[in-house]
């Protein structure tokens, strides 16, 4: 069975600091990677995904993934965070099969400091 | 389109009580789920469904029933609450599961006192 770590429970940065949120996952097969992202009182929506193909995956609001499968990895980064980035983020892992369960990890908690 | 709709949005049970949170989507997705929303344990899955008449258990299935008689409709059972079934739940859905991108919910906050 999958299953995904997220390293950090909380990590707190000054507006304009780079940031990375590291995930790890273990899985016998190959997997499926997405990050979700859910802002305060909302529900949660995709960030970005890790199918096939290039390690470094591009998301929306200017973040990336590195999927690094020696160290079954897939860290989320940005280079500048806004206020508006402040939201907890979500790891997820499925293994390469057509209708396989996805399971999620226990989130970090992103606050920007002004 | 209504995307994935959960129903009630806020309940408060007594221990012992029953009730069924419903969920219901119209993207003709196969694949669907429930997970549970709590401090510092993240989203945990509590069954799925990958399409009418097949459901199966994710990682915390006790205490919960489902059931899946149409593509459109995963209601999740409360039996018996408890006070650790105290949660958000939200429901999700996508094409198949895997590498699909799941459609969540706006959830459902459930109190058991």
């Known amino acids: 069975a999958q299953s995904v770590t997220q390293l950090d429970s909380q990590v707190p940065v000054f507006e304009e600091a780079p940031v990375e949120l590291r995930c790890n996952y273990s899985?016998?097969?190959?997997?499926?990677l997405f990050w979700y992202v859910q802002y305060p009182n909302q529900g949660l929506q995709l960030l970005l995904k890790?199918?096939?193909?290039?390690?470094l995956v591009k998301g929306i609001n200017g973040f990336e993934a590195e999927f690094n499968k020696s160290q079954t990895s897939f860290h989320l980064r940005k280079p500048s965070v806004h206020i508006s980035d402040t939201a907890e983020y979500f790891c997820?892992?499925?293994?390469?099969?057509?209708?396989?369960?996805?399971?999620f990890g226990s989130g970090t908690r992103l606050s920007i400091r002004p | 389109n209504a995307g994935v709709t959960q129903t009630p949005k806020f309940q408060v049970l007594k221990t012992g009580q029953s009730m069924t949170l419903q969920c219901a989507q119209d993207?003709?997705?196969?694949?669907m789920s429930w997970y549970r929303q709590d401090p510092g344990m993240g989203l945990r899955l509590i069954h799925y469904?990958?399409?009418?008449?097949?459901?199966d258990q994710g990682e915390v299935p006790n205490g919960y029933n489902v059931s899946r008689s149409t593509t459109e409709d995963f209601p999740l059972r409360l039996l018996s609450a408890a006070p650790s079934q105290t949660s958000v739940y939200f429901c999700?859905?996508?094409?198949?599961?895997?590498?699909?991108?799941?459609?969540f919910g706006a959830g459902s906050r459930l109190t058991v006192l």
């Open positions: 999700a859905s996508s094409y198949s599961g895997g590498a699909n991108v799941l459609t």
């Open positions: 899985s016998s097969v190959s997997v499926y």
């Open positions: 890790y199918l096939s193909g290039s390690t």
């Open positions: 997820a892992v499925s293994v390469r099969s057509s209708a396989s369960k996805i399971i």
């Open positions: 993207m003709n997705h196969e694949y």
């Open positions: 469904s990958v399409g009418a008449g097949i459901t």
